[in-house]
């Protein structure tokens, strides 16, 4: 029954609907989903727009005007995919990107030294994969080490710290002791990731946005405002970059 819907719906929109979009989106439908999502597919580069199932009672022009400033904003801020000679931002700081081919490897090798990230690998196809796995594992590190720190300041007990691809959000607090965090925070400078974590476990205290949630966060983090204008700010940059 489901699937019927999610298929009727994608044939609507694209008949009728999709022509005056620039750049040509697809449409996904995510009966998960509660809001329209627009993002680049990560194999094609080409712009999707996710739609909530209920949506397709609901008229296109209710989000093309912020498809296309999404769509601007794509064009300004490419998506971003790496090969050797490219850089990107590893905890704030520029890093170089290095493939070196090593054909008895069967598994990628990575060395990362000052400003650069050298990989070992059979093929430069692989060298993406092998680099998000890295980045990853360190993102997850760093999340666990911040947040136990800061949960320990709050007396408050975590029990899972995960770190997931998320496509718009950088954490997110689950039943007021389970955390999820964007990998992409370990691109931005260390005190980025700290504030995310820092604001995550306060929400153990308070799953809210009310003004003493803030206070809280701001009494053991004081620079969250900065933080949270930069994440605005340059937040977008890093959500391009596809691994
Ligand atoms: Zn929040």
Avoid at 67 to 80: D, E, G, T
Avoid at 143 to 167: C, F, N, P, Q, R
């Amino acid at each position: 029954m489901f699937h019927f819907l999610k298929k009727t719906t994608v044939a609507i929109h694209h008949q009728h609907s999709l022509e005056n979009f620039e750049g040509k989106p697809s449409l996904k439908i995510n009966p998960r989903s509660k809001r329209i999502v627009f993002r680049c597919d990560q194999k094609t580069g080409k712009p999707v727009i996710v739609l909530p199932s209920s949506f397709y009672l609901k008229k296109i022009n209710t989000y093309e005007a912020s498809y296309h400033q999404w769509y601007a904003n794509l064009k300004i801020n490419p998506p971003r995919t790496l090969s050797t000679g490219s850089s990107f931002p590893y905890k704030g700081t520029p890093h170089l990107l290095n493939f070196t081919q090593e054909k008895l490897y069967s598994t990628p090798q990575i060395i990362h030294d000052d400003g650069i990230f050298i990989i070992k690998g059979r093929a430069e196809k692989d060298l993406g994969p092998a680099l998000k796995n890295y980045l990853v594992a360190a993102a997850l590190d760093y999340a666990m080490e911040k947040s136990h720190l800061y949960a320990h300041k709050l007396g408050v007990e975590l029990t899972h710290i995960a770190v997931k691809d998320m496509k718009t959000m950088w954490g997110r607090c689950m039943r007021g002791k389970d955390l999820c965090y964007n990998w992409r925070l370990i691109l931005a400078p260390p005190e980025i990731f700290d504030y995310v974590c820092a604001h995550e476990v306060s929400h153990c205290i308070h799953p809210h946005h009310q003004p003493a949630f803030w206070k809280l966060v701001s009494s053991f983090f004081p620079r969250a405002k900065e933080s949270r204008l930069w994440l605005k700010k340059h937040g977008p940059e890093l959500m391009m970059y596809q691994f």
